[in-house]
């Protein structure tokens, strides 16, 4: 008598005819465009700190301070569209995708951080103003802008990503930053106005703080595994529910198991188990064309 063999974890996670598409992998995302715009970033960001610091320029500094960030960004978006990739082993058999909410939830949390070191300083320099070399801050911001804008124009190639929309949100407040340095810089050159640094870099900062708490909400989400936001949960159970032979729907979870791949399970009481593959039949393709949902695990019940 043969024993039956141990199924490995390739066997355990793979998907046959009849069952949903993805295999818990992303794929179809390029790094090349991420590990440039890092490099750029990085390059840059020393030489604004410098810089910035050598100008006594709050506007340049946290211009500077943004791309800082922006590198650690770049980084760990990076890192966790290449930890996206894995497949599912053993120990993570729903795969590594979520790495990419995870990355983008710490992104969002580093830049209120800096926000918040901005606002600290520009309200402490209302007090005690600061001589600030424009004539440096605007070439050096001017330069800033330039490579700020081949960055975003890189990320917003992909922005089926949460986690590279959430890069490219710090990448957008550093072009308002460098506009901001640009702005105080002139002033300050033909003016001789400090006040401007100090103002420009708060104006700065409440327009990235929208966009932060966006993405740090839907990555958020993602995390706590909400119902994806294009999906009426309450519409799913009714659609369910209507299906001929159903007479109940209850246990309904619905979740993204990777961002753009939501999944469903659920407990169906049905009238005849004997109805049940017509029923499953139905029902997968319900979901698939009106709510999108493609991984789909159901469980039918009798109705005793």
Same mark, same amino acid.
């Given at each position: ?8 974890s390739a066997?355990?996670?793979a ?21 440039f715009a ?5 390059v ?5 700190? +410098?810089?910035?610091? @050598?100008?006594?320029?709050l506007? !340049?500094?946290? $211009?500077?301070?943004?791309?800082? %960030?922006d *590198? &650690?960004?770049?980084g ?44 600290f ?5 209302f ?17 800033? +802008?330039?490579?700020? @804008?081949?960055?975003?124009?890189? !990320?917003?190639? $992909?922005?089926?990503?949460?986690n %590279?929309? *959430? &890069? ?18 002139a ?51 009714a659609? +369910? ?25 659920g ?38």
């Amino acid at each position: 008598m043969h024993a039956k063999p141990t199924p490995s974890s390739a066997h355990l996670h793979a998907h046959h005819k009849g069952d949903a598409k993805h295999t818990h992998v992303t794929v179809g995302r390029s790094q090349g465009a991420l590990a440039f715009a890092l490099s750029l970033t990085l390059v840059f960001a020393v030489i604004e700190v +410098l810089t910035g610091f @050598l100008s006594n320029s709050l506007a !340049l500094i946290s $211009d500077a301070g943004h791309m800082v %960030t922006d *590198a &650690a960004a770049l980084g760990l978006a990076l890192l966790a569209q290449l930890i996206a990739k894995r497949p599912p082993s053993a120990r993570h058999s729903f795969g590594f995708g979520r790495a990419e909410a995870l990355a983008a939830f710490v992104n969002a949390l580093a830049m209120l951080a800096v926000v918040g070191w901005i606002v600290f300083e520009a309200v402490h320099r209302f007090s005690a103003p600061q001589q600030v070399q424009g004539g440096t801050v605007f070439v050096v911001a001017l330069i800033g +802008l330039a490579i700020n @804008l081949l960055v975003a124009w890189l !990320l917003s190639r $992909d922005q089926e990503s949460i986690n %590279t929309r *959430a &890069a490219l949100v710090h990448v957008m407040g550093d072009i308002l930053g460098s506009i901001a340095a640009i702005a105080a810089g002139a002033v300050i050159y033909f003016t001789g106005w400090m006040p401007i640094d100090p103002l420009l870099s708060l104006f700065v900062s409440v327009l990235i703080l929208r966009s932060t708490v966006g993405i740090l909400r839907d990555s958020y989400h993602a995390l706590m595994e909400g119902v994806p936001h294009q999906i009426d949960y309450l519409q799913v159970g009714a659609d +369910l529910a209507a299906i001929p032979g159903v007479l109940s729907v209850h246990d309904l979870h619905v979740w993204d198991m990777s961002p753009g791949q939501p999944a469903l399970i659920g407990h169906l009481r049905i009238g005849n188990l004997r109805d049940w593959p017509q029923v499953l039949a139905t029902v997968k393709d319900m979901l698939l064309t009106r709510h999108g949902i493609d991984h789909v695990t159901l469980q039918p019940e009798p109705h005793d």
